[in-house]
């Protein structure tokens, strides 16, 4: 097939499947863990923008991303359950009825998963075994999505990253989401679950949270560019980055959701346009018209879980369900930026 009739295939991949989505979701009982925070609450609008009957649950705990202000435009569209993941009794009756649950409630922190490394067992472990069996006991019919993770290849030996690329997690967050990732592969084999991963890498943004670093560290860097504060630069930031706009996972996951034929598989996401970490500081500087960028030494406990380049092969779920991220990183970062200028007192 020459160049021409694969771009034409392509191209009808991708129309069938937005038209797909587009009427897939009206009325289904859909359910997000982690539902109030920065993915899921994303999520959640634009599902009721598609008129599907939405649950989202979340634990809210402290200085994690759960925001009541995130969902205010849809807050009596929706139903709001605050239970985690861990909690048997809430998940079985949570999950029951759902016809998709998009799985976003994990702990996301690589720096906390190294200090406490028990806690990130407990959640991003033992939890998606409460949540997976509560779906096995009650509604093993379900479409189940799982946020998967850049940071379980961990060091990669060449890029771009394939989804067949060797797994050499560098820390405990990025051992652990890949375990949770084997834990939903193992339950489509074994149970039949219907369960996809999405392999996610830095995922920017409206409502994130944004009073530490811990948890997405480009809006962190917004947040100190706007407080024209100074912006550190660890070693020479050379190293290479994909950026997704929080549209286009979100979009990604609702085709994802909707497709029996993801049934099993895995997918990266990715940009199609690495940018080095000076590069995006540098334009987060100037879109913002403040901030101080500062280069300094590398803290051990960040050196230590650096992963050096990445950038991601997302030919897969391309060329199988027609998703192509459509947000260029500047104009994401004109909408982020706008986006806090406006609300920052619900962020801060």
Not at 258 to 274: I, V
Not at 322 to 332: A, K, S, T
């Amino acid at each position: 097939m020459d160049s021409n009739q694969c771009y034409t295939r392509l191209s009808k991949n991708i129309e069938r499947n937005k038209k797909m989505v587009t009427t897939y979701y009206q009325n289904k009982k859909i359910a997000i863990t982690g539902g109030l925070g920065f993915l899921g609450s994303n999520l959640a609008i634009e599902l009721v923008r598609l008129r599907a009957k939405v649950t989202v649950i979340d634990p809210m705990i402290p200085l994690y991303g759960g925001n009541l202000y995130n969902i205010k435009e849809i807050k009596d569209k929706i139903d709001i359950h605050y239970n985690d993941i861990r909690d048997e009794k809430a998940m079985k009756k949570l999950v029951k009825g759902q016809e998709v649950i998009f799985h976003i409630g994990n702990q996301t922190s690589h720096i906390d998963s190294m200090t406490d490394p028990l806690y990130d067992v407990d959640i991003n472990c033992r939890g998606n075994l409460i949540f997976l069996e509560a779906c096995r006991d009650v509604n093993p019919d379900a479409k189940i999505v799982y946020a998967g993770s850049r940071a379980q290849y961990g060091k990669v030996e060449s890029i771009p990253v394939s989804e067949e690329a060797p797994i050499h997690p560098v820390d405990i967050y990025g051992a652990n989401k890949h375990v949770g990732e084997l834990y939903h592969q193992i339950y489509h084999k074994v149970y039949g679950l219907r369960t996809t991963t999405l392999r996610l890498t830095n995922t920017y943004g409206p409502r994130h949270q944004m009073k530490h670093s811990k948890y997405g560290i480009q809006n962190w860097i917004i947040r100190l560019a706007l407080d024209n504060e100074e912006i550190p630069i660890y070693g020479d930031g050379s190293q290479l980055r994909d950026y997704n706009y929080v549209d286009d996972v979100t979009d990604a996951f609702l085709r994802v959701g909707c497709q029996q034929e993801t049934d099993g598989e895995t997918y990266n996401l990715g940009s199609g346009e690495p940018v080095s970490f000076r590069e995006m500081v540098e334009c987060v500087a100037k879109i913002a018209g403040s901030g101080k960028i500062v280069f300094l030494p590398w803290p051990a406990e960040r050196k230590r879980i650096e992963i050096g380049h990445y950038i991601a092969d997302y030919q897969k779920i391309q060329n199988k369900i027609g998703w192509n991220p459509c947000v260029h990183f500047e104009d994401g970062l004109k909408r982020t930026i706008a986006y806090y200028r406006e609300h920052r007192n619900y962020y801060w």
